[in-house]
């Protein structure tokens, strides 16, 4: 068999296939960003058994509930609080956050800044896809300016997030940002984060044509890829202007930061553990 | 027997720490039955600082001040505050040199200068040991050892010295007054 | 910590207590009058090779203990009133994967920010009912130093077994007061602890339940695949959306709790048996309450105290036994005074409220029972 046929029953391993159908609308993207997860987890030959998948509410947030593994569902913005809890009783386990733009950065947003800044190691894989899915397409944290959605109706008048340089500037070890239309350097990203420690970030720029891409010009799921595909530049030293993302203009995708050896919360409270022993 | 004891004063002058030192000695060494409390709220008020100690050879259920049998105060303020809070056969203990009594007491009324006393052995800071040793000479309700272990309880090593000679001037300014 | 006897507050108590019970996971969010009980877990857990973190928030620190409570911890948090407001959304999360935890509330004066160093008791009706929906949930709450010390045993114990979120309240009063507590040899203390029920079979399904209505635990990392949410879901965990599927869920969920209430149900009934006024009472409060039950005595008044440990499940049947004058004393505009009224059957029920800041004094329980 292929590398590629390898991977695909593999991955069917890894998914709880009597669930299926799953939830996501046809052309979806975050099928896709599943599929490089879950691909990337074998070519790293993690033991499925020491693998934790956390998700908080949204469609991305169902995720959880595919994978094959240990997955917790949680509630709505709380999933790295939860995985946090996982990871520092038992620092031993893989512990991976798959979750939604809206449940990360909006009312997860405290979560997200607070643990990149003391450098958990679990890895974050972030689907952005602009808007609130689940709940019928209203406007995000990560909505451009100037986008059409349920609740802005005259376009939008808020700033998103800039999410990479977010990352960055709270010390997050691992930052990249692909589209769903880049699945090999997505799988690649996702591979190499797995093999690093401390708080890992991807975000994965992703089609949503059922409630936002019919909003706003793109009302199949290729229109969207076609925007991904010629609007992606790869630039891995991209400054902040470059990072930020602007309605129907360029998206800047590729890693950001790779730095190695910085001590993670787990290793600094190993320190601890053993100054508390040591004590008296 | 209930005893109730209030202890009062400026912040920074140790009040807590004094209540909290003589509950510890009651309740670990002499094995007393024993609730200590402090008043949070006065501390916010700005400057006053107090503490109450309950000592019973029964359960204690009640644990706070209803009157007082004695009443220990290092400040003008906290006498004023806290004067009413005394019973009629109480005892009031005074930093002689901090407070002045407004109106004629009936009451005993033991006073010393405490914290001059703690002046002269190098640091203020001691006052408040000083005054304990005082009330501890003057109650005997409490064995004096027991006192001076609960000090080593709460305070570092290298100032156990200072603070044992504090308690001994405190007590024994207690034993002469008799 | 060594067997002896120790001078603490009841915040060290309670986290001494958590520590002896086998908890080894804190994660929490200062505030007062509960900060100290976080202050030691960081001293200690780090000595013993547990866990302890501070969080951004309330909301991050309960859905961290839920996350450890699945690897097989004892976890824990503490706050107090407007924390718990915080928590209230993970403590439906806990309810609904049946993750043990404890959730220690330190009641201080209420509502909103109101009296941060002083009592209230405003908080009992939010223990049971602070997140939405319809749930069984267990409220504890000790008197005394020692109480808190050991009461936490119960408190781990009724978590694990019963696979619920354990709200421990104490109050201002008991968190900051200091009182002798006696320690018992280790082994002693060992012997109480219940480990919860795991699967004997992997991958298991992990709401399951057994006889008692509770579904043995998997941990994480052993295989078992658990799949656990928020959602309404069959005994795999898989979300079922239907109907019928929230009828068997959530009905168990309340009656495992309900089937069991006897075995929960912790009350001291002082000087009650022959009363014919009889105060209901808990916590800080409960200690002027014993105070005027003795002073009523002494002057040959038939007066006892009903105080309740276990708050909810609400002992019901310790009320319906009895037939007397009920008075409810509680720093709270009526809260479990209404629960009382609800199976008085007949027997008079007065509140006596105080709306906190301080518990009442003897005196003032006197004279609404009619005075000595």
Known sequence: MSLMEDLRYGVEDLLRTERLPHVWCPGCGIGITLNAFLRAVLRRKIDPNKLVVVSGIGCTGRAAGYVNVDSFHTTHGRAIPFAIGIKFARPELTVVVFSGDGDLFAIGGNHFVNAARRNHSILVIAVNNFTYGMTGGQHGPTTPTGAYTTTTPYGNPDRPFNIPHLAISLGAPYVARWTTYHVNQLQNSIYKALGMKGFRLIEVISQCPTVYGRRNSMRTPLSMMEYFEKNSIVKNDASFEEMELKYNEKIVVGEFRVAKDIPTYEERYDEVIRRAKNAD | MRIEIKFGGLGGQGIITMGFIFANAAAI??????????????????????????????????????????????????????????RNNGVLIIDSDMVKIEEEEKRKVYGIPATKIAENLGNTIVANIVMLGFFTGITKMLKKESVMNAIRDRVPKKFWDLNEKAFNRGYSHAMHME | MKSGYYFWSGDIAAAEGAIAAGCRFYAGYPITPSSEIAERMALRLPQIGGKFIQMEDEIGSIAAIIGASWTGERAMTATSGPGISLMNENIGLAIMMEAPIVVVNAMRGDPSTGLPTLIGQGDLMQARYGSHGSYEIIVLYPNSIQETFDLMMDAFNMAEKYRVPVMYLIDALLAHMFERVYVPPEEEIERKIIRRKVPNKVPSRPFEPDDDLVPPMPLIGQGHKIHATGLTHDERGYPNLTPKAQEKLVRRLNEKIIKHEREIWKVEEYKTEDADKIIVSFGGESRAVRNAVNSARKNGKKVGMLRLITLWPFPHEFIKKYTADFYVAELNYGQMYHKVREYADGNNVKLIAKMGGEIHTPNEILKEIGGV
Do not use: N
């Not at chain 2, 039955?33 to 006065?42: H, K, L, N, P, R």
């Not at chain 2, 204690?60 to 004695?70: G, M, Q, S």
């Open chain 2, 29 to 86: 060494y002499d094995g007393k039955e024993c609730v200590f409390t402090q008043d949070y709220s006065a501390e916010a008020r700005g400057g006053a600082s107090t503490s109450e100690v309950i000592i019973s050879d029964e359960k204690i259920d009640y644990p706070h001040v209803t009157k007082a049998d004695y009443l220990v105060v290092m400040s003008q303020s906290a006498y004023r505050d806290y004067i009413d809070k005394l």
